[in-house]
Nanobody, 126 residues
Framework: QVQLVESGGGSVQAGGSLRLSCAASGYTARNNCMGWFRQAPGKEREGVATIDRRGITSYTDSVKDRFTISKDNAKNTLYLQMNSLKPEDTAMYYC????????????????????WGQGTQVTVFS
């Protein structure tokens, strides 16, 4: 019943920007931790950024000061603004939402196994 649908991915030149969106349905975004994760071929999935119900954010070091996670509770939508993109940012990006009501994020980790979207591809070329 819970559905997370990512959009906004694409191919962009290094130094450019993209904004990813994650529309949630059957889910109340304001109550839980939500975040963005990514996985490149041959690499493990890594947490990129999270935001909790208080609006507190956390970023992995490689994207800090370049990416911004935000949430529009009224629209039940999560965003990831990505600036100064680098080729190493190339990956499939997934939206995820914690299952625990009132649960908080722990760094770039969800408090539980979460709900997951199907991903949107981001490719950064030189």
């Amino acid at each position: 019943q819970v559905q997370l649908v990512e959009s906004g991915g694409g191919s962009v030149q290094a130094g450019g920007s993209l904004r990813l969106s994650c529309a949630a349905s059957g889910y109340t975004a304001r109550n839980n931790c939500m975040g963005w994760f990514r996985q490149a071929p041959g690499k493990e999935r890594e947490g990129v950024a999270t935001i909790d119900r208080r609006g507190i954010t956390s970023y992995t070091d490689s994207v800090k000061d370049r990416f911004t996670i935000s949430k529009d509770n009224a629209k039940n939508t999560l965003y990831l603004q990505m600036n100064s993109l680098k080729p190493e940012d190339t990956a499939m990006y997934y939206c995820a939402a914690g299952r625990t009501y009132g649960g908080y994020c722990y760094g770039t980790y969800l408090p539980d196994s979460g709900y997951w979207g199907q991903g949107t591809q981001v490719t950064v070329f030189s």
